[in-house]
């Protein structure tokens, strides 16, 4: 219980800090919490659902004009389940991008991939005028890989599977699996029809700093995407371990 009211206390705050009345395009990313990013919103289409309500600022949102737009299956089906508009990436720049994320550093790197969508997240926070983490107090490390041990998602061609693998080792990589689905033999297939590599580096830090590393994988032929994100949030909520208060850090 205390880990749902770590999620959705981060969600709240984020909603409540960055989304007002002049907010009309929202991408929604991935992942347990986002559920309680889309609850927000539709709490505040409607100011008298929302409870505890201390800040008087609190601006009602037209959630009838706004255009959300997922960047997995998970986040489409949230936004058509709940009547919200459903945009696509092609239509729009955006105004605020709220991700979920599964490491997140001091400085604000993250990984992010382990349900194989970080290609479709990462463009919408590229072309996103604001990109902020929501995030339980789990995923908060001082380096990454601490938390998270399942190492960096990569997406690559399958035809170029093999080639990555071995080109990853020459990295330094310490071990490098093809991701395989649970429920049919076979890989999984992300929503791009490409494949996921799973590569463990370790701590990145020293050396191996998530620019570096990111860097070195983009330069390897196959590879779509990595589930780095490095540079690109200003800001991050961390629900805390409570579940009573939030941990804001910014850039």
């Known amino acids: 219980m205390a880990l749902t009211n770590s999620k959705r206390i981060a969600a709240f705050s984020a909603v409540d800090n960055h989304l007002d009345a002049s907010t009309k395009i929202i991408g929604i990313g991935s992942g347990s919490t986002v ?15 929302v409870e505890n309500n201390e800040n008087n600022n609190l601006e009602s949102l037209d959630v009838s004009s706004c255009v959300f737009i997922p960047t997995s299956f998970q986040s489409r089906q949230l936004i058509v389940d709940n009547g919200l508009n459903l945009g696509d ?20 790197n993250a990984i992010k991939g382990g349900g194989a969508c970080h290609l479709r997240e990462k463009v919408v926070a590229e072309i996103s005028k604001k990109f902020i983490i929501v995030a339980d107090y789990t995923k908060k490390s001082e380096v990454l890989g601490e938390k998270w041990t399942r190492g960096i998602p990569i997406e690559v061609v399958p035809f170029c599977y093999v080639l990555v693998l071995s080109s990853l080792i020459k990295l330094g990589c310490h071990n490098q699996i093809l991701r395989m689905a649970k429920a049919k033999a076979g890989p999984v297939i992300t929503d791009n029809g490409n494949f996921i590599i799973d590569a463990h580096f370790g701590h990145l830090n020293g050396t191996n700093t998530p620019k570096e590393i990111l860097k070195r994988i983009k330069l390897i032929t196959g590879v779509v995407e990595v589930g780095l994100f490095v540079d690109m949030a200003e800001i991050a909520y961390f629900g805390t371990e409570d579940g009573l208060s939030v941990e804001i850090l910014k850039k």
């Open 35 to 49: 559920v309680y990013v889309i609850e927000r919103i539709l709490q505040r289409g409607n100011l008298k659902k």
């Open 89 to 108: 990436v092609d239509q729009l720049s955006f105004l605020v991008d709220i991700l979920h994320l599964f490491d997140v550093d001091k400085n604000l």
